[in-house]
């Protein structure tokens, strides 16, 4: 009983590191800068650049 | 160009004559410029919506075109571009004509299909780009170039030490909060375990390894997380001034330490109490430094509006020099479509320009030779020479974004409740944990114990809730505001708000529209009809805003406005065509060829007059003024009601300023001031203890609205009049500021009755505490009671209350102007 429950707090504690990592390296990267823009960007209609572009000419 | 070239039909845009496309419908014949305008315009058709070309109005306002055929010199953007490697240099760019996310993506797709762009990104919040390129196979000046062609202007920025430190702050203050969330979270699900221990019995060893491991997350959060409360505490520790910071980290610390020393002993731990007090309040914190960074940029954007290099005269030839090494008495060439450098007096030419983004006055104002201009205005009509009257640090410019400045620095520090209520409550709590640890060593003879329960008193007086009570109203009220339009700036704002006692009112586009309606027309021997006609044919492609007024009262009576070029514009006078029965002159009285019969008289208080004549004609006048908001009387009356006094500030002159005050009822009108005087005034009146509102929307109010209490803006202001406000209604109706202002006051009761409840129950268990008798779960109850009823009583304010109902708009009302 005392094993199992140790090992989910160990499980727990692992998968938060990994949101707390992930969530230090979006704050560095500066995803946090702009609040207001993105949720206008997904509006755009127009989600193929050209570099996309090619990495679907790479998929076919 | 010789002969015009056809206009497409659908965009308006002249047709290179090989890309003509012709279509017949409904027997005529129309003429596009590609097929994708004639494929729009047959889903158009097809859809039956045509009225869409009768209705659409291309003769919006903007800025002058000819602001985007200037040329950029590669020497002003060099300075600013970093060069990462041999294949990158980087450019940050401030933007001009931002107005939503469409342009933001115009702007990021058009050069990002510019060949050598590597990189752009725009922040929408900040307008601020950042363009990454290979200097190999573009230059700098030719992006810029690019930009200004579709309708942008971009100024070089190079980001500066402050705004980097600030950047920094912002993050470092998200990493924190986001580190204590995260580990707060975990503690949570040891915290519950060891609630269900106490109830339901725990091997000791299971109890043991739950509290090391809430202690081990606890000490980050503590000592990482907590570290600006520990700092601010032992700062007002040392200045002998107690404030929140010292009683959180009092809260923090005896909470944290007692635990420590509990585990050791076996006994119930507060781990939880210590990590969600500095979460809580950390939260609060992220959002004050983000709303002050916003305004930190405006003051930017202001001091930006000055172009950075100017055209000097040096003898016959022409100098690019930067605006700072201009000095008195030198001459400086501004071209049609350029912001005034520095301040000066005109020396050659007249011209009309736009001070709009100063003082918000929507009108064109005619500048002959001798007059003074302000740098950051835009020259409008033709090309001048302006003699500098001083450097350009002591610009009007400079000296508004300098008072702001100084007004936001001085601007009280929020959370003013909780700091009075720390600074009374910290030496109460001191007093009464050292009178616990004194009693009982005197009369019960254990020091031991009494140290515990006096631990014990600090511990469950610091309110947990204390943390919520405030954040938690202002939260569920900021989004109510929302809702309706009302954007506060802050808690704290919101506070204030509710405190109130004076409104002060700018005059031009706050209680008025500040856009000239036409109010009444005054025929000569000729139809009202064939006056506004000839009026509107000349004026039509004008974006003068009197001839947007005649345009707008033309469109209102459905008269066909025919498109034509070929008018003239006389700065300051007026605008001649050449008709078929001669010269239609549209302007001034003294613009009139003709004796101006002695009927036409301007009876009201109308602010403008337009003449109007058709070659050996007198057609007659047209009357125009900046009309009342519909709403504005009705507000002030409402203001009123509330108990709050009304003022209005104007630099306009006194007769104008009480004409409009008496229609709306205020009871106190100041006109004739300057920026400089506006905020001194509401200084003087501040320090009588009044706490005060501004509502304006120039940049002329900006020191005034930095300076106030509470700054007011609403939609269509100047950025810097946005970014200096606390309080924006995102609608241009003045209602919401009443609503705002009750909302405050309930929010403001919310917030106190919240302080009362969460001291309630700790002071319930004061002398629990302090007699030794405090069972944990006793302390958690408390906890999770007090603020699980913090919370519900914040939430109360989610229901629609009793607000003003929304009054529909009168069937009369004069439409407001688009906002695009």
Redesign the interface.
Known sequence: M?SS??IL?FL??CI?TG??LI??WA??KGE??????PK??M??D?PV??AEEDDHADDD | MDRPLPQCDHCRLPIPPADLVTSEHDGKTLNFCCHGCHGVYQLIHGAGLEDFYRRRDWREAGINPGVFERDFDPAEVEPHIRHLNEQQAEIHLLLDGIR??SC??LIE?VL??TPGVVDAR?????HRLRLRFNPQQTDAAGLCRRIARIGYLPRPHTADAVRDRA?RQQ?ST??RF??AA?LS??LM?YSIALYAGFFQGM?S??KQ?IQL?AALVTTPVVFYCGWPFLNGAWRSLRNRMPNMDLLIALGVLTAYGYSLFAMTRGAEVYFDTAAMIVTLILLGRMLEE?ARHRAASGIDRLLNLAPQTATRIDGNSEQMVPSSSLHPGDLVLVAPGERFPVDGALAGGSTEIDESALTGEPLPVCKRPGDRISAGTLNLTTAVTLRVTCISEDSFIARIARLVEEAQARRAPIQVLADRVAALFVPLVVSLSLATFIGWWLIGGNPVAGMLNAVAVLVIACPCALGLATPTAVLVATGQAARRGILFRGGDILERTGRLDTVAFDKTGTLTLGVPQVVELLPWRCSSEELLLTAATVEAGSSHPIARGILAAARNRNLPIPLRGGARTIPGQGVAADGPDGEIRVGNRAFQPHQIPAEIVNHGQAASEVHVSKGARYLGCILLTDCLRPEAAEVVDQLHAMGLRTVMLTGDRETSARAIAKQVGIDEIHAGLTPQLKAAWLHQLKATGQQLMMVGDGINDAPALAEAEIGCAMDGSTDIALENSDLVLTRPDLRRLVEAIMLSRRGLAIIRQNLGWAFAYNLVALPLAAAGQLLPIVAAAAMAFSSVCVVGNSLRLARRGPLPPRTQHSPGKVPCSVQP
Request: hydrophobic share 45%; charged share 20%.
């Open positions: 005392l429950t140790l707090i727990s504690l938060g949101a707390w969530f230090l704050v560095k946090f800068d702009d609040m207001e823009g206008y960007r509006l755009d127009d650049s050209p | 939503c996310a933001v993506w797709k990002l299909r725009i922040n929408y919040g900040t950047r993050r998200l990493i986001g580190t995260f979270m975990q699900g091997g060893g299971s390894i491991l983000s």
